[in-house]
């Protein structure tokens, strides 16, 4: 659908591709990118009002990358989540009246990480309500896995339901040097790499909440006169988001200030934003739309991760102040501009 009315000029064909995929999708990303692009095509053909029909579906789920740049199309900027409200005494009795949150706390106390995860994951399917899910993070947090509670939380949003401080937990460690980059796109890409789990470490050996391969952190550490231990990455969340503040106020001056290219370097590398400028134009200088850019990044995984950075730095805009901010997913695609 995109290639048919962003590279083809067939905004009818395009629409039949994307009505399609709105029908035949359930979960809150993929109906707002299906409604979103339908609207970018109905545009194209002159249906203003069928346009705004569809930006406005798109814009019922706000927290997503394409819920947001219809929500900015409609001028309804607003973004806010409801405040965590405490358990009641019979919502936590009846958590952990359940077998499985039984079984779970057993796992738990016996260190049996793998099949706590296992069956974690299998509860969040059954879950209902905002405060089930909040009782699920905490649960995990107790075990020392936050990330299950996060990843659980997801499943929430993903259901329609809200439960604001699991899915977007905020953590303020000490940072040993305050960089120049936001705190929120900070949050937005720990969340993105390591659900908020400072004692992660990935399957190619990415480390801490913020996944730093030891060479990286290293010449980071170096770069900015810190010092380094290898296991500070994961032993010291606060040494671990200081080095990754570092290291996007890097990126972010490689880049001019571009959050879709330092994104998209953080998670595949500086080299590859710089090749896909001389494959598909450099968003910086208006060769090409930034929201095309992001479309052309020929990485699915890479693609995903620069729209959920995006899309959680205007959600933490909002936790970190806990009052509803405007919308300003399209600044930070255009930024860098020149």
Same mark, same amino acid.
């Not at 814009?59 to 394409?66: D, G, L, M, S, V």
């Not at 509803?324 to 695609?333: A, F, M, N, Q, R």
């Given at each position: 659908g995109w290639i048919a009315l962003r590279l083809n000029n067939d905004a009818d064909r395009s629409l039949q591709h994307f009505e399609t995929m709105a029908d035949g999708v359930s979960t809150p990303i993929s109906v707002a990118r299906g409604k979103y692009w339908a609207g970018r095509a109905r545009d194209a053909l002159g249906q203003s009002d069928a346009a705004r029909t569809d930006y406005t579906a798109a814009?019922?789920?706000?927290?997503?990358?394409?819920g947001q740049l219809a929500a900015e199309r409609l001028e309804d900027k607003k973004l806010s989540f409801p405040k965590t409200t405490e358990p009641t005494a019979e919502e936590i009795e009846a958590f952990e009246s359940r077998p499985m949150v039984? *079984?779970?706390? =057993? +796992?738990? @106390?016996?260190?049996e990480e $793998?099949?706590?995860?296992?069956?974690?994951?299998?509860?969040?399917d059954l879950l209902e309500t905002e405060a089930e899910?909040?009782?699920?993070?905490?649960?995990?947090?107790?075990?020392?896995?936050?990330?299950?509670?996060?990843?659980?939380?997801?499943?929430?949003l993903a259901k329609g339901i809200v439960s604001t401080d699991a899915a977007y937990?905020?953590? *303020?460690?000490? =940072? +040993?040097? @305050?960089?120049?980059?936001? $705190?929120p796109?900070?949050?937005?890409?720990?969340?993105?790499?390591?659900?908020?789990?400072?004692?992660?470490?990935?399957?190619?050996?990415?480390?801490?909440l913020m996944q730093f391969?030891?060479?990286t952190a290293r010449n980071e550490a170096r770069l900015r006169g810190l010092p380094y231990r290898t296991s500070w990455l994961t032993d010291d969340p606060g040494y671990n988001m200081t080095l990754g503040g570092q290291h996007l106020d890097t990126l972010l001056s490689r880049f001019n200030g571009s959050y879709i290219m330092t994104a998209a370097a953080y998670n595949a590398g500086p080299s590859r934003p710089r090749q896909w400028i001389k494959d598909y134009g450099d968003p910086r200088t208006g060769q090409v739309d930034p929201i095309d850019w992001v479309e052309f990044i020929p990485f699915s995984e890479t693609r995903n991760y620069v729209q959920r950075v995006l899309e959680n730095t205007q959600v933490y805009r909002h936790r970190l102040i806990g009052e509803?901010?405007?919308?300003?997913?399209?600044?930070?695609?255009e930024r860098g501009r020149q």
């Open positions: 814009a019922e789920h706000k927290f997503t990358y394409y039984a *079984a779970l706390r =057993l +796992l738990g @106390e016996s260190g $793998r099949l706590f995860r296992e069956f974690a994951y299998h509860l969040d899910y909040l009782l699920l993070a905490r649960l995990a947090t107790e075990y020392q896995v936050p990330d299950v509670g996060v990843r659980g939380a997801k499943a929430g937990p905020v953590v *303020a460690y000490p =940072l +040993l040097r @305050e960089p120049q980059v936001e $705190r796109l900070m949050l937005a890409l720990s969340r993105q790499e390591s659900e908020m789990n400072p004692n992660a470490i990935s399957h190619v050996g990415a480390r801490g391969m030891p060479a509803p901010v405007e919308i300003k997913i399209e600044e930070d695609l």
